[in-house]
Structure formats: structure tokens, C-alpha cells
């Protein structure tokens, strides 16, 4: 055996902290090895021509490298060791930067650390096995989940690159919050006229089905070839036969609040969402309507003059399978009522961001005219609080919500055009207008629009001769400030949409402590989830702009295309497998593993086995650690290997 170990510096990322010299002295002295070498940046160019050379020069037969996490590069390394006519399988990674370099100060400790992760590696590679990869189909339709503006982009980009879409909305309409904007920053667009083109887009393309008023029930399989099941819960309105006329809508007894003007306003249990709404349907809302609820009533079915409403509609669930998974479930703003300061909700003159834009838009429910929502009149001044529930880390909320700074402004402007009399008040922390135009457009707020900045928290709203009173401090000035307001409108910060951790649950990828998806690798990976084949975009992952949002989710779809334009995928060789002599067909392993990879084989004498799935199992080793009678083994992490680390840790000297 010629093994050849190269230590990367990682510019002084590894060399810093690690003495890579002895590091390579010392990989010298261990048995099998041939040559080992320090490399200024192995992932480089220049670098990987070292490790080229070597291993065709010295014949070498494996390799370690001992360089950052294989996170980073080891798919770089991988390609590299089998271009220079190895099995891209005997090769192992020691990661001197994220676990030691970066990790430790004393240089002393660090390098015998770094002595003993190589001294690992030199010894699991000496027990690997060239392993070869397996081809599997890929299913080239895609589903999205989330029909705000990143599923529609993401939907469109990829039906536009000929593959077909599945986009299902949970809830009646497409459109996302960004159907509920007047208009936005930073180019002041009227939200719906840019958005409506893109909904009526997609509900019209032919390789884009859409499922409103739908969800995702389960979630199996693997890149290239999940199963999903998708309720599709009943509108009680037969689709085929509605036109979408409303006159249903004109006569429902029932007042409910209105879900899309965030309960500005009522609606009648059986409605359409908003005006632009995609589809033109509408939808009965079962827990109100007074036929579902005890037989009466009906007067909707009795006006339909298609006969399309159906009270006896059921949820149906359906089965489908995809090659790819683009997951863009968005936001919701976080529940300020429980702070106190702001008066638990008691005072209906203060109101939330997204209230405001149904206040401030024509479509809304005062038709856009700007008023008070206790009494109709018009405000002369209306404060607003940015930062409520964000970056406080009291709240548990110490992240930005990314958006505030920039709507703030965008209401001054916006007020100022409804009612130019009015005085616009903006409590902040600190400006963040870091986007293309941004800082320019707060300017414009300020100098054109005469926005006023207090720098402070508000720490009390009360009500004083019918006017709202805030509290606060001005911390410029280094004083207390008064104001008398008639509106109060809360900048909420941004949380994960509702059920974003149980969908998480579902498809098996990770999310942070606030539910929001994470990436696979936030600057390399930033649109793919930690599950292959699913993917992230728009404010699911993290509070963002609609420019963002925008970017993020063509990008999902381009690697969607990259995906599902290929025929087949090679699949993993470092797969679970069964040693069927072993195996008491206790089938643990089947209960525990997170893909049903596992599957009942039964032997010529009857008995029943556990058989791995090859093409399912990702690796991920649960079903290995499970499995008692140890009849179940990793490639590339078999236990002859891990032992082999152990002892030479313990050999280490
Ligand atoms: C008050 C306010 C004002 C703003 N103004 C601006 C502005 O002027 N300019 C700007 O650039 N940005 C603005 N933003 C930010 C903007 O709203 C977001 O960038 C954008 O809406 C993100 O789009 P999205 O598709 O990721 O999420 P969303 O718009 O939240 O859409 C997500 C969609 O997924 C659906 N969904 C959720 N869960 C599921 C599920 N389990 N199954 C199926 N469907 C599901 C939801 O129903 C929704 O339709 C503002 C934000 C706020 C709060």
C-alpha cells in the first residue's frame, strides 16, 4: 500500500495555529505512508497539481488530505483523485481547519491534535475499499411548495426551461403576503401590477399545474425520485363548473373576519380572497357556514347560477411523484400582542405593518382611503415603531427582520401621497437600507418627504383624550420624548410561516430555532436544503426582500434544472448493507430508518431478513447504530474502519 498525505495550509487558516511541517513529519513516520507533503492551498489549482503529480509519480493508492471540512471540498477532492486514476473512494479528509485550527489558540496542543486527525485518517484509509457508485432514474417533474412570489418565480423559471411543475398553495389563492402590499420599495412599483402578470402566468402556463387550497400530507424517497402525498382540501365550490362570477359572495348571511385584509374588514363564509385572486374561485369556510354547521341556509347554492356550490366536497388526497422538491413556504410577522408596552391590542388605532398595506391599497378595505380604525377619521399623525420583536434578544428574537428600515421609509412616502398634511413619525434603532437604491430611497423619505426619525424604543402606548400617547426615549438627544399619535403602526418582525417545522419534519430537512430552512452550506450551497434533491427559497430561509426573494428562487430553479435535466443520477456508494447470516429480521432497523430504505427479504427457508434499498439509503447510519447483532454495516464508515481511528487516537502518542 503507497499512501500519500498532504497537509493544506489554508493560507494561514490551518498554518497559523497548526505546525503543518511537523504535521507532515510526523504523517511520514506512520505505516504505508510514502510521502507527505504541505500544499499553501490544496483546493487551488496550483495545489491540486502537487496532489495530481504525486499521486501518479509516487503511485500512490490512497490519500489523505489535511485541509478544511469536507463540507467544503471533498466532492474537489474527490473529483481529483479519480482524475488522476484512483477510486475517488480512497481518499479521506482530516479537518485541521474546523476542528483544530479554528478551535484552539496554543499552537502546541493544536498540531498534536492535528497530528493525531491525521495519524485517523492514515488509518481508516488503509481499511477502505474502492466502492463504485450505482445509477438510478430521475423523475423530471418538480413540486413547489409555497405560491408567494419564490414559488411563482421558481415555478415559472423552471417550466420555462421545459420541465413540468406542480405548485401547491396552501391557502386559496396564490400571490403570497405580497398580494397584500400597496406599493414597494425601493422602485415603488404597484405590488399588484407587478405581480398579478406572474399569476396569471403561471396558472395559464401548460407545464405548470397549480393546487391551491392544498398541502403536503407525506413526503418519501429520495433525489430524483419522491413520493409526496397532497391534500387537497374541499372549497366546497366544484371548480369545473365555476366561473367565477361572485355572485355567490353577494348574499352569505355569515361576517367573518377577512384573512387577507388581516380582519380589517369582514367577509361572508363563502368568499374570494381578494380581487386579483388566482384562481377566481371561491371557497366556503366550513367552520362558519351556517349550512355546513346545522343544514340551514344554502342561500349560496340557491344563487349559483352554475350549481357549483357542493357542501358534501370532501378533502381528496393524491399521490404524485417528483424528481425534485423546491420548498418556499415564506412568513408570517411575529405576534406582538403578548408585549405589553404596545397595549396587548386592546387599542384598535394600533395596527401592524401588514395591515397598513391593506390600509394604504385601493383594493383594500377602505379602498385606500387612509383612515382611523376606531373612528373613521383622518390621522394627522401616524408613528411608527420599527423593530417590534426583532433584534431583541430579551424576546428571543435577536435577528434583524430585514425588511423594516426599507418599509418604514416606503410609508412615509406612501402617507405623505394619501394625506399630505400628515406628519410621519419613525421610531428606529438604526437604518440597515443595504440593498441597490435602498440608502437613496430612505434619504428620499427623509429630505423630500419630511419623514421624522426619533432614534429610541417606545417603552409605553396609552390612550389619552382620544389620541394615542408614546413613550419613549430619543437616545440622540439623551432625552424623553411625547408623542400624540392617531396611528400606531407596529413594525412585527418575521417568523417562519405557521407548520414550517412539521413540513420541515416531513421532508426531512433542517431548520433553525425559529423554523426558518436551513441551507446546506450558507455561502456555497445557499439554496440547497440539507436533504439532496429539495431546495430553499424566499423568506423561508431567513427574512428577506422581494429582490432577494426573487434572485434566490431562479437560482432554486437552476439548480432544479440542473437536476432533473439528466436521465439518471449516479447514486452513493456508501450505502448501508446487510449481512443477511447476521440479520435476526428484528427489523429495528426498518422502524428507525428516516427514508424506508429497508425492506422484508424472505430466505429459501422461510426467514425473514432486513435488505437495504440501495437506491433509497442515503447513508445516513441510523439503522447501522440500531441494529443489535451489528448485522448491519456503512460503506466507507464500517466498523473495522472506525476502529481503526480509535486505536490509532489511543496509539497516538
Ligand atoms: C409589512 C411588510 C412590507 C413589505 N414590503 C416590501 C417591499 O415594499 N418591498 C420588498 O422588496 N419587500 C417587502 N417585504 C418583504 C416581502 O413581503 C417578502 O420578500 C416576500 O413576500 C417573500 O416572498 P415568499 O414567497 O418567500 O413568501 P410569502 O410571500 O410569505 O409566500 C409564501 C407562500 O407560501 C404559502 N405556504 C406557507 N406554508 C405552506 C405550506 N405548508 N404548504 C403550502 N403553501 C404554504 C403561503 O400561504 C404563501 O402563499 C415586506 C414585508 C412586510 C412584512
Not at 382611503?369 to 373613521?376: Q, Y
Request: charged share 20%; proline share 4%.
Amino acid at each position: 500500500m503507497k499512501i500519500g498525505v498532504f497537509i493544506c495550509h489554508c493560507g494561514n487558516n490551518i498554518a497559523a495555529t497548526v505546525d503543518v511541517e511537523k504535521v507532515a513529519e510526523y504523517a511520514l513516520s506512520l505505516p504505508e505512508v510514502v510521502c507527505a507533503v504541505t500544499i499553501e492551498h490544496a483546493c487551488s489549482e496550483p495545489g491540486q497539481n502537487i496532489i495530481r503529480q504525486a499521486i501518479e509519480q509516487k503511485g500512490l493508492d490512497r490519500v489523505v488530505i489535511g485541509a478544511c471540512s469536507p463540507r467544503i471540498h471533498e466532492t474537489t477532492f474527490r473529483k481529483l483523485v479519480a482524475a488522476s486514476g484512483l477510486n475517488q473512494y480512497l481518499l479521506e479528509i482530516a479537518n485541521l481547519r474546523e476542528q483544530c485550527s479554528w478551535v484552539h489558540e496554543d499552537i502546541i496542543s493544536a498540531t498534536i491534535k492535528a497530528k493525531e486527525l491525521i495519524g485517523m485518517a492514515v488509518a481508516k484509509v488503509t481499511r477502505q475499499q474502492a466502492l463504485t457508485s450505482g445509477k438510478v432514474g430521475v423523475n423530471q417533474r418538480t413540486l413547489v411548495i409555497g405560491g408567494g412570489i419564490a414559488g411563482i418565480q421558481a415555478a415559472l423559471d423552471i417550466a420555462e426551461a421545459g420541465y413540468e411543475v406542480v405548485l401547491v398553495e396552501r391557502s386559496p389563492s396564490i400571490g403570497g403576503n405580497m398580494a397584500r402590499m400597496d406599493k414597494v420599495f425601493p422602485t415603488f412599483d404597484c405590488s399588484a401590477c407587478i405581480l398579478s402578470p406572474k399569476m396569471v402566468e403561471a396558472a395559464g402556463h401548460p407545464l405548470i399545474t397549480l393546487q391551491t387550497y392544498s398541502e403536503i400530507e407525506s413526503v418519501s424517497g429520495f433525489i430524483g425520485n419522491f413520493t409526496v402525498n397532497i391534500r387537497q382540501k374541499a372549497r366546497l365550490i366544484d371548480t369545473k363548473k365555476c366561473t367565477g362570477c361572485g355572485a355567490c359572495t353577494l348574499k352569505c348571511p355569515v361576517k367573518i373576519p377577512s384573512e387577507f385584509n388581516l380582519g380589517l374588514d369582514k367577509c361572508g363564509a363563502v368568499y374570494i380572497p381578494f380581487p386579483q385572486a388566482v384562481p377566481h374561485i371561491p371557497v366556503i369556510d366550513k367552520e362558519h357556514c351556517r349550512y355546513v354547521l346545522n343544514g340551514k341556509c344554502g342561500l349560496c347554492q340557491k344563487i349559483c347560477p352554475t350549481g357549483a356550490i357542493d357542501y358534501e366536497q370532501e378533502d381528496e388526497l393524491h399521490e404524485e411523484e417528483f424528481g425534485a422538491i423546491v420548498v418556499a413556504t415564506g412568513y408570517k410577522q411575529v405576534d406582538w400582542k403578548p408585549y405589553t408596552e404596545y397595549g396587548h391590542g386592546k387599542y384598535p388605532d394600533v395596527i401592524t405593518s401588514l395591515q397598513y398595506e391593506r390600509l394604504l391599497s385601493a383594493s383594500g378595505p377602505t379602498g385606500g382611503r387612509l383612515k382611523c380604525i376606531s373612528d373613521g377619521r383622518e390621522p394627522e399623525v401616524v408613528a411608527i415603531i420599527a423593530c417590534v420583536g426583532s433584534r431583541d434578544e430579551l424576546l428571543g428574537r435577536p435577528y434583524c427582520s430585514s425588511v423594516c428600515c426599507m418599509y418604514s421609509a416606503k410609508y412615509a412616502i406612501l402617507t405623505h401621497e394619501h394625506l399630505p398634511d400628515t406628519k410621519v413619525y419613525i421610531f428606529y434603532m438604526d437604518i440597515r437600507a443595504t440593498g441597490k437604491m435602498y440608502e437613496e430611497f430612505v434619504r428620499r423619505a427623509q429630505e423630500k418627504y419630511d419623514a421624522r426619525y426619533v432614534r429610541g424604543r417606545v417603552s409605553k402606548i396609552y390612550k389619552k383624550g382620544g389620541r394615542l400617547i408614546l413613550q419613549g426615549v430619543d437616545t440622540i438627544l439623551g432625552q424623553s420624548v411625547e408623542l400624540e399619535a392617531d396611528l400606531v403602526v407596529l413594525a412585527a418582525g418575521i417568523t417562519s410561516s405557521s407548520g414550517a417545522i412539521k413540513l420541515a419534519k416531513k421532508l426531512n430537512i433542517t431548520h433553525d430555532q425559529y423554523g426558518f430552512f436551513t441551507e446546506s452550506h450558507p455561502k456555497l450551497r445557499p439554496v440547497e436544503s440539507s436533504t439532496p434533491g429539495i431546495f430553499i427559497a424566499g423568506a423561508c430561509q431567513a427574512p428577506k426582500d422581494i429582490p432577494l426573494t426573487v434572485a434566490q428562487a431562479s437560482s432554486a430553479a437552476s439548480k432544479v434544472v440542473a437536476l432533473i435535466g439528466h436521465e439518471e443520477l449516479e447514486t452513493s456508494p456508501m450505502v448501508a448493507e446487510v449481512n443477511m447470516r447476521r440479520c435476526v429480521g428484528c427489523f429495528r432497523c426498518q422502524e428507525v430508518c428516516p427514508l424506508s430504505a429497508i425492506q422484508e427479504e424472505t430466505l429459501r427457508d422461510g426467514t425473514k431478513v432486513a435488505k437495504v434499498n440501495a437506491a433509497v439509503c442515503q447513508g445516513c447510519g441510523v439503522c447501522n447504530a440500531t441494529c443489535l447483532p451489528g448485522a448491519i454495516s456503512l460503506k466507507g464508515f464500517t466498523d473495522d474502519e472506525l476502529l481503526a481511528e480509535v486505536k490509532s487516537l489511543c496509539d497516538v502518542k
